[in-house]
């Protein structure tokens, strides 16, 4: 087989494999979306593994970064909920209570802020939202039965 042959079947053999790959890759792209479109809400997780601590315990909490407008937004919407921050307190103007605890923030930081919480009386995390517009608190807040926004949980 001269060399010219060779190129051109190498050539066929490589556009014939990356087309395949491509088509395997648009399969998956399928799947997810059906998996996605078969709950409105988005897809469902596993529930957190996250422990913040007694100081938590029945509380909503919102884990949030000064320099995120989202976060700020979203502190305005709570009423009596626990600001959890690596911040100093002093950097938030805000009503809620403040808490710059580093061990908590780092079982949360991984996530993208803001990151709205329900913990439950163990000070473990039983339910986690993040939230991607500000209405969408008031919306977590009703499915979680809690009265009003952010009001301290029952034990």
């Given at each position: 087989m001269n060399p010219g042959t060779a190129f051109l079947v190498i050539t066929?053999?490589?556009i014939v494999v990356l087309f395949l790959g491509l088509a395997a890759v648009l399969r998956e792209v399928r799947l997810l979306r059906a998996a996605?479109?078969?709950d409105p809400r988005g897809f469902s997780a596993a529930q957190p593994d996250?422990?913040?601590?007694e100081r938590f315990?029945?509380?909503v909490v919102l884990a949030a970064d000064s320099g995120?407008?989202?976060c700020l937004a979203v502190s305005r919407r709570l009423t009596d909920a626990v600001l959890l921050t690596h911040e100093r307190p002093e950097v938030w103007d805000t009503p809620l209570d403040v808490v710059s605890d580093r061990e908590a923030w780092r079982a949360v930081s991984h996530l993208a802020p803001p990151v709205l919480m329900r913990v439950d009386a163990t000070g473990r995390v039983a339910r986690l939202v993040l939230p991607v517009r500000e209405e969408q608190v008031d919306e977590v807040l009703d499915e979680w039965g809690v009265r009003g926004a952010g009001v301290r949980l029952d034990p």
């Open positions: 066929w053999a490589a996605v479109a078969r996250v422990v913040l601590g315990a029945n509380r995120c407008p989202l």
